[in-house]
Each structure stands twice: as C-alpha cells, then as structure tokens.
C-alpha cells in the first residue's frame, strides 16, 4: 500500500511584525563579477576600486563629455569579483550559503542579471576544466547527503507540488514497475559521464555541508524549464515521435516545414502552502551529480539559443534549473523511514540564468528575434518596476500592490519576495565601453534592488524522536554481528558456510572398518558397537553443552529484554515530560495567539479611532472655512447695507430738493401768468388809451395828467425770468454744446458678443444700462461660447472714491490660437459712473440766490464744469436756441397779443 503524505515547505506563515523590527529582515544580497575583455586593444569602462566598490567611466564621444564634463560614477556591492576570480572563489561567497540553506531546509534564489554577452551562461553552467555553479552546488549537495539517501521511488512527488512517502516494499514495487516499462523513459546513466561535459563536473576542490541531520533520509529531484516570450515550457518533457509533425532541432525550430509550432505550454498554480509552482513540470529523481548534471544537459540541448551581433550564442530565453531536495526523518528503531505525511520537508534552490537586456538599434534584430528582444526587455522590465515598488513599499510604509502577475518570471519567485527563502543576484558586466549605456542602467537597478529587504524564513520544527537512531541501529547490528561470529554461530544469515558442521564432525571419534569377511568374526561388531557408544556420549556431551550454552544466551536475552525495557520506561518517561513541555509550549502558544489577537483588535480601534479622528478634522476645518465664508458674507452684506443706506440717503435728499425745486417752480410759474394776465390788461388799457388820445387829438387838447398817480409799472420779464432762473447758472450763448459723458458702444454692429456678468454683480436702476444685441450671456466665460464670438465685454463693478459703484465695461476681440483654443485681446474700457448732483450745485444755487447780477457775469470755465452741465441738463429743457438750458422747461413762449 502507497500511505500518501504531502510535503510540506519549511516556510511557515510567519507572525506579522512591526514593519521597523529589521531583525527578521535581511537583503537582498547584490554580487558584481566583471568578465575579461574581449580582446587588449578594447576601451575599458569599468574600474574596480575595491572588493565592494566598482567606478564607471565615460567612454570618449558619449554623452557625458560632448558638454566638456568628465563625470565618473561609483556603485557598491556586496562583494566585487574582479577579472582574475575563479569559479571556486565566487561558489564560496555566493552560492554555497544557499545550498547549506536548502539541506537545512530553508528555500534559496540564485538569478544572473546583465546585458547579453556579459557572461552569464558562463557564470551559471561553467566551461571545460572550470565548473559554473550549478555543477558544483549539486556536487555540494550529493557530498553531504550522499550517506543518507533513500532508495530510489521511496519519495514520489504529486501534482501539487508535494511529496508522497512509500514503504521500502512499495519502492521496491515500484522500481521493478518502472524498469519492466520499456516505453518508459530511462533514467541517465550513473557510470561514466558524457564527454561533453565531463569536465565541467570533475569538481578537486569538493565541499560538503556541517551539521546535517544524520536521523533522515534524502532524495533530490530536478527539474529545467524555461520561459521564452513570456511562455513557460518544460525541457526535460519526453515528446513521443509523430511522424507526421516535424521534428524539432537545438534552435527550438522545426526541422522539415519553415512553420513555426511552438511546444505545448506549462501554466503557474499556487499550491495549499501558497507557493506558485509549474503544473505538469518534469521531475526527475537523481542520485548522483553526474546523474543531475546529464539531465541538465538534456534540457540545455533543448533551450532556444540564436546568433545575435552582440553574442554568438544569446540566450533567447530565462532558464530556470530547479534542485528539489525531500527529507523525512528515519522511524524510532532508526531503521525505516517513518511514514508521517506532518513530518516531511521540501526545499528547493532556483538556479536562473535570465536573458541578457539588448537594444535593437545594436542587435540589428528582426523577425522573430525582434519579438524575443521585446519580450526578455518586457520582463526585465517588470523585474525593475516589482523591485522599486518593494523598496517603495518598505522605505515609506505604503501598500502599493506589487504586479507580479505582469512577467511569468515575477510571478513564479513571488514567494522568495515575500518571505520563502534568501534571494542572491549576481550582476554580469562587460568592461568595454560600448555596453557603457546598457550597464549604467545595470547598475542602477542592482543599487536599487540592494535596498528590498526580504523576511528571514524559519526553521523547521523539530520531529521530537530521539537523536542518533541511525547511530544506534548501526551499533546494535555490529555488536549482534560480533557476538555471533564469538558463539560460532551463522554471521549475516550465512547458512550454508559448512565450516561449524565439519568441526563438529571432525571432533567426533572415526567409525572402524565394517566389512565382515567371516562368519565367525567377533572383532567388527564390538568394535563398530564401542565406537558408536563413544560417539554417543561425545554427542550428550554436546547436547548438554549446547542447553547449557541457549540457557546462558537466553539468560542474556532476558537481560537485554530487561534493559530494554527500562530503557522503554525511561523513554516513555522522557515523551511524559516532553508531552508536558508541548502542553506548557501548546498554553503559551494560546497565550501569544490570545495576545496577538488582543493587539490586532487594539490596532483596529487604534485604526478606527484615527480615521474617526481624521473625520473630525475634515469635518473641523470645513466648518471653519464655512464660518470665515459667512463671516466674509456677513460683512460684505453689512457694508452693502452701509452703503445702501447712504444712497438712500442721498435719494431721498435729492427728491427732497428736486420736490422743492418743482414747488418753487409752479410757483413762478403762476406768478408769472398772473403777471402775463396783468400785462395783457395793461396792454389792452395802452389801446384804448391810444384810441381815447387819437379820438381826444382831434379834440381840444386836455391838460396833462401828470398830476394823475403814475400807474405802477409792470415788473419786466427778463428780470423776472434772471431772477428765477438764479438757481441754475446762465450759460453764455455763444457757448459750445456740452461734450457727451459715453461714447456709442461700437457692439452696434452685427459681431457676436460674449457678454460676461459675474455673479457677484450688482444691479442698478439707473436709466443708461449697458445694452448689446445679439449676445451670449454667461456668468463664467468658457470656450464653447467663445468659439461662437466675436467680441468679449466683461461688466467689473468696483467702489469709488465718493462711495458710488463705479460700472466698467472692459471689452475686446476674440482670436484663435494655434492649439484650437481661444484668445481674448482686450483693446477698450468704458465707464459708467452714478454720482449725487447736491453736493457741489447746493452751494452754487445758494451763491447765485444772493448775487443774481454775479450770474450774469458767469465765465465759459463754470458752465463746462461737469456737474454744472449734468445738472443743467436735468432741470432744463435742451433744444434751445440760445444754448442747452437757457429756457426754463417750465415758462411758456411770451405770445403777441
């Protein structure tokens, strides 16, 4: 029976921690290795300065010296690997901490980064006589478990990226399963290597790992895919032969048709852990390097390569090389693997070479190769911008989320990021300085990816077995081994080593000769009789011997069995305590859950409380700008009264006076037709007076009456007419007509106008009103009615000097501009002013009142005074003769009797 046991990562949810505790946070480390030039005669831009610092200089012709200034730059790493670095010396700073990482159960990310043919494949894979990193991290792996490894089959990864766990009976079932399929694919050869890359794994300088745990048992299994134009695909997928497909060639590219069918497409799923995992993936269980090693190579042969101008070989693709490694620890008797699903670990090292950034301008790609170039650009890209809002994320306390799902290559290590393991980069620069652009961008993204802190993983809990089972299983099978060989007894189920039995035999006397010849031979039987009695009492011997020596064994036996069983009760009293030390650590915890749970509701009230509180400052500040708003109302409104209050005032005098002035005037009036009704009796008592004289002419002549009393004579009424009209000014009548106060509008013409009224405007009763035909009236301009118009007039009111609203009427002409908006050019300005006629004309009336004769004598300078006209104006009637005014709108033309 298969028992089924998922594995479990070492990862476990964390607790959450205050984002400032940089305790459980390391990161991630940045590595510089700079290539060797091409060839001598090349410019070098780079410059190691020290073992953590490289300086980059511009090249002649750049950028960076057309304006005279030679800027150098510096960058710091972690560590720097120069020109004359081994592969050895950079697995020991780099790459071996990961792998101690991964047999101790924790997850790692190794990635090279740089521009094409800056030597990353090399970094990664190696070259004849000088293994890269992958060669000597598997080599590390199978030296430190190599001991402890489980048979082959006894772990089966699942489809959810787990383990099942299976008896060694079950393995064994399976392997003669396996091996009798003949369509199944064989397992790589463990003899000897391919030459092709035999000398990429003859690692001398072997390492091996401190402190693994002896009490298990280890499998390691091994998967290659790729992801080429944001596709993933396996490499180490067996495609049965179709003849009628086209087969494929080491270019990824069909061999038969020019139709490009690209291979069928692996997708990314989270498992119940949330980690994210290939789907479908090829795992292969290996037991040796050169094993691991030949199926690297498999998929090598299959990743997509092509010749670029920059690189002979460019990778087209980011290859990702997954190393599995699945313990679980060995059962109580330290012989077989203990069948507990809880108890099995995976971890995994990821082992990228991504595709080198290019410009196109330089590759000169096209086609496909274009494509490529887009999207190994695209992902790179992606990488950049996850890193910068990580750093963002973590630097300023914000929480943008990060787009991983953007780049298959993101989204796959999402979890190195978040927590699962340590992440390590290594960036490959090329010195010369035609990269010079490419690595300047390089090296800024790896500064700014030194800054992404990645949460330190846990470690594994302990399974709580006793240590050094192996060590003991081992021991108690020596000494049963020794204490057989002591006894005589079949060493190892020896059986049939017939050495015992022919001692045995040997020690026994031999028989005599039993040929009887005569009958009357009395010598053969006795003999033959006293030897078998002697054998026979040799063989009770023997017998006794042997009870003697099973009752000593078994007296021994019951001796072990005894200390056996204290050693059962004293283990039994050990996992009583250790139980005791789970509840005590079960309670505690409880108590840290209880805790944390307290802590997470106070930070939500603290949470809440704080947005409440933001709320109520929102809520305070608006309520202050909505009482200045009314404030700054109320005072407007308490100046408007003010002021309107004043201009009744100033109404209510000038009706006063203008009632007056109409009083005094139909009072003159009358008084003058009473005089004109005399005077027209006057004249009629002349005529008959001249008829009467003429009648008397002819008569004798009568004596004079001079003695008669004079008759009273008629008042004149030009001097009645100077007197009444002494209020107002006599103009001269030779003067000039009164100069116009407003212009005509020049609106009159058929343009469109846009006639701009504020709000805030006041409305006057006044008798001129600035009046535009065919106009748009808006209360705040906009483009759809300027684009309509012609002209713009805006009404500004503002306060005079003399407390009066002062109207001005600002026009001007619309233009176009070249952006497909609109212009106003302001080219005139009229004023419309009210103003109080009894301030100044008061005190004029009262001087002429007192001094008519002064009057007549007015000069040409009173009479243009403004308020002089403006009040002439309104009291007189225009249209004289003798100049505005001079005839008072009131008196009646003298008629001919």
Request: glycine share 6%; net charge positive.
């Amino acid at each position: 029976m298969i028992r089924q046991a998922r594995g479990k990562t070492p990862r476990r949810p964390a607790l959450k921690k205050p984002p400032n505790n940089s305790n459980l946070k390391d990161p991630v480390g940045v590595y510089c290795r700079v290539r060797p030039l091409g060839s001598e005669d090349q410019e070098c831009c780079i410059e190691v300065i020290s073992e953590t610092t490289i300086q980059l200089h511009p090249p002649e012709g750049s950028k960076v010296n057309r304006n005279g200034e030679f800027k150098e730059t510096q960058y710091s790493f972690k560590n720097v690997f120069g020109l004359n670095i081994s592969q050895l010396e950079l697995f020991d700073n780099v790459a071996k901490p990961l792998v101690d990482d991964v047999i101790h159960c924790k997850n790692g990310l190794l990635f090279t980064y740089g521009v094409t043919g800056s030597g990353k494949t090399h970094t990664m894979t190696g070259s004849p006589g000088e293994g890269g990193l992958l060669p000597r991290s598997l080599d590390m792996i199978f030296n430190s478990i190599g001991p402890y490894q489980a048979k082959r089959y006894v772990f089966k990864p699942d489809d959810k990226n787990g383990m099942e766990i299976q008896t060694s009976v079950d393995a064994l079932l399976e392997r003669q399963k396996r091996e009798s399929q003949t369509s199944a694919p064989k397992t790589p050869s463990r003899q000897r290597p391919d030459p092709e890359f035999a000398d990429m794994i003859n690692v001398e300088d072997t390492c091996k790992a401190e402190g693994v745990d002896e009490d298990s048992v280890y499998s390691v299994f091994v998967s290659y895919i790729e992801i080429y134009n944001n596709y993933i695909y396996d490499l180490l997928e067996e495609v049965p032969y179709d003849p009628i497909r086209p087969k494929w060639n080491g270019c990824g590219t069909p061999v038969r048709s020019t139709e490009f069918i690209p291979p069928q497409s692996k997708i990314l799923r989270e498992d119940q852990n949330h980690n994210m995992y290939v789907a479908g993936c090829t795992e292969v269980e290996v037991k040796s390097t050169v094993e691991a090693f030949e199926v690297f190579w498999k998929g090598q042969k299959k990743r997509r390569i092509a010749n670029t101008q920059l690189n002979r070989e460019s990778s087209r693709s980011h290859s990702v090389f997954i190393i599995k490694l699945a313990q679980a620890p060995l059962d109580a008797d330290g012989d077989n693997v203990l069948q507990d699903k809880d108890q099995i670990s995976v971890s995994q090292l990821c082992l990228v070479d991504l595709a080198g950034s290019e410009r196109t301008s330089r590759t000169r790609a096209e086609g496909s190769r274009l494509r490529e170039a887009g999207n190994i650009n695209q992902s790179l890209m992606t990488l950049r911008t996850c890193m910068e809002v990580l750093r963002e994320n973590q630097m300023y306390g914000t929480n943008k989320m990060v787009p991983y799902r953007d780049s298959k290559v993101t989204h796959l290590f999402k979890n190195y990021f978040d927590g699962e393991g340590k992440v390590r980069m290594i960036v490959c620069v090329n010195p010369k300085a035609d990269d010079y652009e490419e690595t300047m961008l390089v090296m800024r993204f790896a500064e700014m990816t030194q800054e992404v802190e990645v949460a330190r993983p846990v470690d594994r809990p302990i399974c709580g077995l006793t240590p050094g089972r192996r060590n003991r299983n081992q021991a108690f099978k020596e000494e049963l081994t020794r204490k057989l060989e002591e006894r005589g007894g079949p060493v190892n189920g020896d059986l049939e080593n017939p050495s015992t039995i022919e001692i045995l035999i040997q020690s026994l006397p031999p028989l005599p000769p039993c040929n009887l010849v005569d009958v009357n031979d009395d010598q053969t039987l006795p003999r033959l009789i006293e030897c078998l009695e002697k054998r026979h009492r040799i063989r009770q011997m023997m017998i006794d011997e042997l009870d003697k020596t099973a009752g000593s064994f078994k007296s021994m036996l019951q001796e072990f069995d005894g200390t056996l069983m204290a050693k059962d009760n004293f283990i039994q009293e050990q996992r009583g305590k250790l139980g005791d030390r789970d509840r005590i650590i079960t309670g505690q915890k409880s108590e840290v859950d209880r805790l944390e749970k307290k802590v997470k509701t106070l930070e939500y009230k603290i949470d809440i409380l704080q947005k409440t509180t933001n709320i109520y400052e929102v809520d305070k500040r608006s309520l202050q700008q909505e009482l200045e708003t009314k404030d700054q109302k109320l005072q407007r409104e308490l100046s408007d009264k003010r002021r309107m209050e004043a201009r009744m005032q100033g109404v209510v005098s000038n009706t006063k006076m203008k009632w007056e002035k109409e009083c005094e005037r139909r009072v003159a009036a009358k008084q003058m037709e009473m005089q004109n009704k005399l005077w027209v009796k006057d004249e009629k008592l002349k005529q008959l007076k001249a008829i009467v004289t003429e009648s008397k002419s002819e008569r004798p002549e009568r004596p004079e009456r001079s003695e008669r009393p004079e008759k009273p004579e008629r008042p004149s009424r030009e001097k009645d007419m100077v007197k009444k009209r002494s209020v107002s000014p006599s103009p001269v009548p030779n003067a000039p007509p009164v100069q116009p106060r407003h212009r005509r509008s020049c609106s009159a013409g058929g343009e469109r106008w846009v006639d701009h009224k504020p709000a805030s405007n006041l409305e006057l009763d006044t008798v001129m009103q600035p009046h535009v035909p065919n106009a748009i009236k808006v209360s705040v301009p906009n483009e759809k009615a300027l684009s309509k118009c012609d002209k713009y007039m805006l009404t500004h009111q503002e306060l005079a000097s003399d407390g009066e609203i002062k109207t001005k009427l600002i026009k001007g002409e619309v233009f176009k501009t070249r952006g497909g908006g609109q212009s106003v050019q302001f080219t005139d300005i009229e004023t419309l002013k009210q103003e109080s006629p009894t301030s100044s004309t008061n005190r004029k009336r009262r001087s002429s009142g007192n001094a008519p004769v002064q009057q007549e004598e007015t000069t040409e300078s009173e009479w243009t005074d403004v308020e002089t006209r403006c009040s002439v104006a309104v009291e007189m009637r225009a249209g004289s003769n003798l100049g505005p005014g001079y005839q008072h709108h009131g008196q009646p033309k003298r008629r001919k009797p």
